[in-house]
């Protein structure tokens, strides 16, 4: 059974940085791309980040584009989301899910774990 398991939420001020990890458990995640989605009150599910399973150039969402950086090490079986500049509009739920479908990332039907998610709230 697999398991993601996100930390590192909290509340932060506008401009301040946070970093998310999901820690994934159950088998190895070095063969999937992982990617990070955030939903935020009202509003439906939306894509962030992804990263390739060995690495290699991220692709972001452009209202991440800049302020966000994905990476994951392997060994660890561990990604994070590095997250500086944040914003008001950042506040949401973030949430850790495998396997991404590269280029097609808000297909749903073809991730088969998502975590727990991890709040985010950036005061203005």
């Known amino acids: 059974q697999v398991q993601l398991v996100e930390s590192g939420g909290g509340l932060v001020q506008a401009g301040g940085s946070l970093r998310l990890s999901c820690a994934a458990s159950g088998r190895t995640i070095s063969g999937w791309h992982m990617g990070w989605f955030r939903q935020a009150p009202g509003k439906e599910r939306e894509f962030v980040t992804a990263i390739r399973a060995m690495g290699g150039r991220p692709t972001y969402a452009d209202s991440v584009k800049g302020r966000f950086a994905i990476s994951r090490d392997n060994a660890k079986n561990t990604v994070y989301l590095q997250m500086n500049s944040l914003k008001p509009e950042d506040t949401a739920i973030y949430y850790c899910?495998?396997?991404?479908?590269?280029?097609?990332?808000?297909?749903?039907?073809?991730?088969?774990?998502w975590g727990q998610g991890t709040q985010v709230t950036v005061s203005s």
């Open positions: 899910a495998a396997p991404i479908t590269w280029g097609d990332y808000s297909n749903y039907a073809r991730i088969d774990y």
